[in-house]
C-alpha cells in the first residue's frame, strides 16, 4: 500500500512539474507573441509614417515641377504689338464714337491685335502697358480714349483752336487684364486725327504673367 501511495506521488510530482514546464513555455510562447505583436505594430507605424512622408514628397515634387513648368511658359509669352493708322488723311470726324482700326501693323509678336477690328485681345493674364499718340490739325477737336472692354482707362484730348496749325498728343496707362479683356482706341463724336503710319500709332506689351485668380485692381 505505501508502495502504491508513494508511486502515485511521486507520479503526482511529476505531473505537477510537467505542467509547471508547460505553463512557462506558454509564458515565454506568449510573452514572444506580445513582442511580435508589438515589433509588427511598430513596423506597421513606420510604414506609414514612410507612406506619408512619400505622399509629402510626391505633392512637394509635383508643385515643384508644376512651378517651374509655369516659370517656363511665362518665359515663352511674350507679347508685343505696335501698329499706326495708315493712310494720309483725315480720320474723323463721325457722328458718334468710333473704334480705330490701327491698319498698318509694324510688329504683333503674339497675334493679339486684330488689324481688322482694331482691338487688342488679351492671351494671358498679367500687367500690360499700352500707349496711343496722334497727330492732328489744330482747327478741329480731337478726343481719343482707351477702353479695357467697356471701361476709360485713359483719355488724350485737344481743343479746337483757330490759331494752332497741328497737335500732338498721346497718353500711356498700365493695366492688369484676364485673359479675354479686350483693349481698344476710340475717337470722340464730332472729333478727328490725322491718318498715318508713324504719328497715331497704338502700342502695348505684356509686362508681367499674372495668374487668373489674382483680383483685377
Not at 485713359?154 to 483693349?183: C, K
Not at 478727328?192 to 508713324?198: K, L
Request: proline share 1%; net charge negative; with cysteine.
Amino acid at each position: 500500500m505505501k508502495e502504491k501511495l508513494g508511486s502515485m506521488e511521486n507520479r503526482l510530482n511529476d505531473s505537477e512539474n510537467r505542467l509547471e514546464e508547460s505553463e512557462n513555455r506558454l509564458k515565454e510562447s506568449e510573452t514572444r507573441l506580445k513582442e511580435s505583436e508589438n515589433r509588427l505594430k511598430e513596423s506597421e507605424t513606420r510604414l506609414k509614417e514612410s507612406e506619408t512622408r512619400l505622399k509629402e514628397s510626391e505633392t512637394r515634387l509635383k508643385e515643384s515641377e508644376n512651378q517651374i513648368v509655369e516659370l517656363r511658359n511665362k518665359e515663352r509669352t511674350k507679347v508685343i504689338f505696335s501698329a499706326g493708322t495708315g493712310g494720309k488723311g483725315s480720320i474723323g470726324p463721325f457722328n458718334t464714337d468710333t473704334t480705330i482700326v490701327y491698319k498698318t501693323v509694324k510688329t504683333n509678336i503674339g497675334n493679339a491685335y486684330n488689324t481688322f477690328t482694331g482691338i487688342f485681345t488679351a492671351p494671358v493674364a498679367g500687367y500690360y502697358c499700352f500707349t496711343f499718340f496722334y497727330h492732328s490739325g489744330g482747327k478741329h477737336t480731337t478726343s481719343l480714349s482707351l477702353y479695357q472692354n467697356n471701361n476709360v482707362m485713359a483719355t488724350t484730348y485737344d481743343h479746337r483752336t483757330t490759331f494752332d496749325g497741328a497737335d500732338n498728343g498721346g497718353n500711356a496707362v498700365f493695366l492688369q487684364l484676364q485673359q479675354g479683356d479686350q483693349v481698344y482706341v476710340r475717337l470722340g463724336a464730332s472729333s478727328h486725327v490725322w491718318g498715318d503710319d508713324d504719328i497715331t500709332t497704338f502700342s502695348g506689351f505684356l509686362i508681367s504673367q499674372v495668374s487668373e485668380t489674382t483680383t483685377t485692381t
